[in-house]
């Protein structure tokens, strides 16, 4: 079975500064996409970030960052310069293929972390 | 705006009511997905279809029906529901559901309250 960690319920973060949202994942598969998911207040969830376990580089993607550590099963989410608007809540997520554990298609998704962006 | 609307916002039925949830999406994707998202819990991935085939039921209660006539539609029909079932229901989108790297696309969700 698949499972993702946020261990972080709620984090503040003052504007412009720098911010890391922990997520740690467990798997047996070799195969998986790790993925990371805005949900502003309105509901909706916004796609930021994808991660393929066999990339070798971390994803970049604007302001936002992923500090993939596959030997730690770890794949946090940095964002630069913290904006406002970047208060929301954030959710890891795991996509793993069709494998020999039965992984199937299901993206599995951890509790979120709250951020608040402050003045 | 993302692709995938939903329909309604906002819900508010009693246990014996019949209701239906309606998802579309115009992105061209041929995988559509309900999730149920309750507070404080990790998001319940509920169906999957695939090219308009149902490929996956997370061992939900018969008291959701889910229905996509197309691969641009799907829907939830809801009937003899329980409070415990009021949560935001997400649909997604994305390419295929058998592809790693493709991101889900979601709608904005209907908050339901069951009363």
């Known amino acids: 079975a698949q499972k993702i960690t946020q261990t972080q319920p709620g984090m503040f973060v003052q504007e412009k500064e720098a911010v890391t949202l922990d997520c740690t994942y467990d798997t047996s598969d070799q195969s998986y996409g790790l993925f990371w998911y805005k949900q502003p207040s309105s509901g909706e969830m916004i796609f930021l970030i994808y991660q393929g376990s066999y990339d070798e580089q971390n994803a970049t993607e604007g302001r936002y960052s992923l500090n993939f550590q596959k030997a730690r099963k770890s794949a946090n989410l940095v964002i630069s310069a913290s904006q406002l608007g970047d208060s929301a809540m954030y959710f890891c997520a795991m996509r793993v293929t069709y494998g020999l554990t039965g992984g199937g298609n299901k993206l599995t998704f951890g509790t979120g972390t709250q951020l608040k962006v402050e003045l | 705006e993302t692709g995938v609307t939903q329909t309604p916002r906002h819900l508010v039925m009693g246990m014996t009511n019949k209701k239906s949830l309606k998802c579309e999406q115009h992105?061209?994707?041929?995988?559509m997905y309900w999730y149920k998202q309750s507070a404080k819990k990790p998001l319940e991935l509920m169906f999957v279809?695939?090219?308009?085939?149902?490929?996956e039921n997370n061992s939900v209660p018969s008291r959701f029906s889910p229905e996509c006539p197309n691969s641009s539609h799907l829907f939830l029909h809801l009937h003899t529901l329980q409070p415990e079932d009021s949560a935001l229901y997400l649909c997604a989108s994305s390419q295929g559901a058998e592809l790693l790297n493709t991101e889900a696309f979601f709608g904005q969700g209907t908050r339901l309250t069951v009363v």
């Open positions: 992105l061209g994707h041929n995988a």
């Open positions: 279809y695939n090219f308009k085939e149902q490929t």
